[in-house]
């Protein structure tokens, strides 16, 4: 910060907090909007399978993609259905992407205990055919989803 060559006792010294103000405002919607990602990635609620137990750590990982498959077979991308065409054409963009950023892809599948076990197959055996080997389950531990 440049101060003024001239200063004199009868003029105090400000500073200027308006970029302090648009640089919190900006990390407040950040926040937000982050937020709203977080939740509406499990949105749609689903009967999970129970487990005795699991790895409960949450780490965030940039080339992920959460797919939530109801008790009818309904695939679901961050709350919104999805045809399993679509869902096959996300997956392997997120394997290109992955690739193109040197990192491991990952998938985690939101199924629901009562759903049929062809949905699953099918994302699986496409995942390994676009060499994804990160597939994660998603579990409930002792009764809480």
């Known amino acids: 910060m440049r101060l003024p060559t001239q200063y004199s006792q009868r003029t105090p010294l400000r500073f200027n907090i308006t ?19 977080v939740r509406s990635e499990q949105a749609e609620p689903v009967n999970l399978p129970a487990a005795t137990g699991g790895d409960t750590r949450h780490d965030e990982a940039l080339h992920r993609l959460t797919v939530t498959i109801d008790r009818d077979g309904q695939m679901f991308i961050s709350a919104e259905a999805q045809s399993q065409q679509s869902v096959l054409q996300r997956i392997a963009g997120l394997q290109i992407a992955a690739a193109a950023a040197g990192v491991n892809p990952e998938v985690r599948l939101r199924a629901d205990r009562d759903a049929q076990c062809g949905s699953v197959r099918k994302l699986i055996e496409h995942c390994a055919g676009r060499n994804i080997r990160s597939i994660q389950f998603a579990v409930s531990v002792n009764g809480s989803d």
Do not use: G, K, Q, Y
């Open 19 to 37: 970029p302090l103000i648009d640089v919190v405002f900006l990390l407040i919607i950040f926040f937000l909007v982050a937020s709203h990602f």
